[in-house]
């Protein structure tokens, strides 16, 4: 079974922008990866907090992910327009419309 | 900028296989009232969640569609199945990979 990802990550102030662009512009390079689908959004009720949904062939292919080279790159250039605050939901994806 | 949707429900003990199947089967449905994508994942962790991830082409769109005879029927015909606990996300849909 697909392995799920629900996450959100708070931006400092005035950068959500930013680094929703830079997810939104990575995002295609994951497919190689083993990622299915990558949903970045920003959230309509607080304006410094971004989700993200995932769809990945297994928990193996995410973690794996973590690790190349330009996604941790990507990742160590973020953090500091982040406030560190997280969250995060492991999934198991059942299926539904648009997968 | 099309509408998303994060949202999580916790069914009473037992009957989330049934409530995410009932969800899966009716989300093709979905299609013809503006939804692009109806992701439903079970919680890795927690026996008795359950994530859906949701964009549609507009607000008006969701919304109205909770309106439909299908939707509304299915709705309270697994309402007895839940614990009433939900969390609910609104976004706004930047883009990412699999749209």
Chains 1, 2 share one sequence.
């Not at 920003?42 to 928990?59: L, Q, R």
Request: hydrophobic share 40%.
């Amino acid at each position: 079974m697909r392995f799920g990802y629900i996450g959100s990550m708070k931006v400092k102030p005035g950068h959500r922008a930013e680094v929703a662009a830079a997810l939104v512009d990575g995002s295609e390079g994951l497919r190689a990866a083993g990622c299915d689908l990558y949903v970045v959004t920003e959230s309509a009720t607080d304006e410094d907090t971004i989700w993200v949904t995932e769809v990945w062939k297994s928990k193996e292919h995410h973690d794996a992910s973590l690790q190349l080279p330009e996604v941790a790159a990507a990742i160590s250039k973020m953090m500091p327009l982040l406030t560190g605050e997280f969250t995060q939901q492991q999934t198991r994806v059942l299926g539904g419309l648009g997968l």
